[in-house]
């Protein structure tokens, strides 16, 4: 008997549809049984055997008799990986054995997905949101999933999901004796009632006015920042609280980045949407392909699941010289292509880059109550672990004076994260409106240069003031367009149309690397 059940493949964010068809042809002289799959199975899907079979023999069907089968998973063509195939297996094997009255025109009208225990539980699986919005595309009335991923899949309107805890269960949904209750979750509801939960504000900032402006304006044109100051400065403290302050993700923003989350398992069980921007904070050691993204089997990296949030990366000179180069072109195109020899995927990964770093290798280079013991070559040695492409690429560049004690104790509590975040909403407002005819582009660090020269204008005491920081403050001709991008944002949380002098200048003030007699 032949039995043709509908689940997914996935390929990066795109889901693609997979037939997986079991032909079971019974023989009557005794031997061994054959069981083979095609199809580009990996090795999950192949140890599924031994999972399927029992969990459907203690779930009280027959998985065993004198039967030889033949699985297909069609298009033969596509790498089928995971288990999540585990649950389409089973209701087709328990189909083809005949030992289920469903019609196939009813195992038709569903999608299934997930992984089985060997008691016939059903387990949690990775690349359900995506699964469920192929289903609908598609016309499915319904996608069956583990309980645990029901409500992640229910953020999809239009599409019925429903949420079994074991292979029993799902069979007796199917054959009508026991239905399963469909998840429901009113998505926007729960989205908009958690965009304010943080864990941190900038209100427990003491001091810093300077530093916390800086952060204020990386915040409004999504420009990447670069903290360089000695230990315990509060580089780590501040960049923990930079979510707080930007802009609230769009449904569209948290769709996109829940489908990153969804297919790298990194999505709390019983989670829905994520509504808060993303801050990932990786250790300096970690590898290239942790980075990026890739592996034997796909998963998106770092600075792919800081998509339409932050990347966090302290230590910034300690990371291997060939992940942060690897950063250049991903920070400039906000997508990331991995190609190997298996596949070939493109992600998106428009983040913001937040970087913290000590400004020599003993740390107290600058620093008023510590004395430094680096050389001069010392110091620009270990400035050079940050390629000047690379730096080219973050737009302020702050330098972080620690706060004296005494000052610590009498200081004021800050200014509340609510307060900036305001302010923030309202350059990004206006950018929005800038950038209406501009598709791909949503604030200011995102303009090309093109974009810049059309959309970006200077009065004249304002060209004669970058035209004076170029030439009289050492700053390179690489960080001319930075500083534009950068004058722009401060104009638009300053309500104005023009790019003025004071705005200028204050750019320029967060260009500090590119002085020439830094670290010198």
């Known amino acids: 008997?032949?039995?043709?059940?509908h689940t997914i493949a996935i390929n990066g964010l795109d889901a693609s549809r997979v037939l997986i068809e079991i032909n079971v042809t019974p023989f009557s002289q005794p031997r061994d049984a054959l069981y083979v799959m095609v199809g580009l199975p990996d090795s999950a899907v192949k140890e599924s055997k031994t999972r399927v079979r029992s969990a459907m023999e203690n779930s009280g069907y027959n998985a065993r008799g004198a039967a030889d089968v033949a699985v297909n998973f069609a298009p033969a063509d596509v790498k089928k990986e995971g288990s999540g195939y585990d649950l389409p297996l089973a209701?087709?094997?328990?189909?083809?054995?005949?030992?289920?009255?469903?019609?196939?025109?009813?195992?038709?009208?569903?999608?299934?997905?997930?992984?089985?225990?060997?008691?016939?539980d059903l387990r949690p699986v990775r690349g359900v949101l995506p699964a469920a919005i192929l289903a609908r595309q598609l016309g499915y009335e319904a996608l069956i999933v583990p309980e645990e991923n029901a409500r992640e899949a229910a953020v999809v309107n239009q599409l019925k999901v429903y949420g079994a805890s074991k292979l029993r269960d799902v069979m007796q949904h199917l054959e009508g004796t026991q239905s399963l209750e469909p998840t429901e979750v009113d998505t926007r509801a729960e989205f908009y009632a958690s965009q304010t939960d943080f864990p941190y504000d900038f209100s427990e900032v003491k001091g810093q006015p300077a530093v916390k402006r800086a952060f204020e304006v990386a915040a409004?044109?999504?420009?990447?920042?670069?903290?360089?100051?000695?230990?315990g400065c509060g580089k780590s403290m501040m960049a923990k609280r930079l979510p707080s302050i930007l802009p609230p993700l769009t449904l569209a923003e948290s769709l996109e980045t829940t489908q990153i989350h969804s297919i790298a398992g990194k999505l709390e069980r019983g989670a829905t949407l994520i509504s808060t921007r993303p801050f990932?904070?990786?250790?300096?050691?970690?590898?290239?392909?942790?980075?990026?993204?890739?592996?034997?089997?796909?998963?998106?990296?770092?600075?792919?699941?800081?998509?339409?949030?932050?990347?966090?990366?302290?230590?910034?000179?300690?990371?291997t010289k060939n992940s942060l180069e690897t950063m250049r072109q991903p920070l400039e195109d906000r997508i990331i292509t991995i190609s190997r020899a298996r596949y070939n995927v493109t992600l998106p990964c428009s983040f913001?880059?937040?970087?913290?770093?000590?400004?020599?290798?003993?740390?107290?280079y600058n620093d008023p109550s510590h004395e430094c013991t680096c050389t001069p070559a010392q110091v620009q040695r270990y400035l050079s672990r940050i390629s000047g492409p690379l730096l080219d690429r973050i737009d302020l560049q702050v330098e972080v004076v620690p706060v004296p004690v005494k000052e610590l104790t009498n200081a004021p509590e800050g200014e509340p994260s609510a307060d900036i975040r305001a302010r923030v909403v309202a350059a990004r407002e206006r950018q929005r409106e800038r950038f209406a005819n501009c598709p791909g582009v949503h604030c200011n660090a995102q303009m090309s240069a093109r974009q810049l020269q059309e959309l970006v204008q200077l009065d004249e005491a304002a060209?004669?003031?970058?035209?004076?920081?170029?030439?009289?403050?050492?700053?390179?001709?690489?960080?001319?367009?930075?500083?534009?991008?950068?004058?722009?944002?401060?104009?638009?949380?300053?309500?104005s149309n023009k790019v003025q002098r004071q705005h200028i200048a204050e750019a320029v003030s967060y260009r500090n690397l590119d002085r020439s007699t830094w670290g010198t």
């Open 1 to 5: 008997m032949l039995s043709t059940i």
């Open 91 to 120: 209701v087709g094997l328990i189909h083809a054995f005949g030992q289920t009255k469903v019609a196939p025109e009813v195992l038709s009208r569903y999608m299934f997905l997930g992984e089985l225990g060997l008691d016939g």
């Open 220 to 231: 409004a044109g999504g420009h990447n920042l670069l903290l360089v100051g000695s230990p």
């Open 280 to 319: 990932r904070s990786p250790h300096h050691t970690i590898s290239d392909v942790a980075l990026i993204g890739g592996g034997a089997s796909m998963q998106p990296g770092e600075i792919s699941l800081a998509h339409n949030g932050i990347l966090f990366l302290d230590e910034f000179p300690h990371y």
């Open 352 to 364: 913001m880059l937040v970087a913290a770093m000590n400004p020599c290798p003993c740390g107290y």
């Open 463 to 495: 060209q004669d003031a970058l035209s004076m920081a170029l030439d009289r403050l050492g700053l390179s001709a690489r960080a001319y367009e930075r500083v534009l991008k950068v004058a722009r944002t401060i104009a638009d949380l300053d309500g």
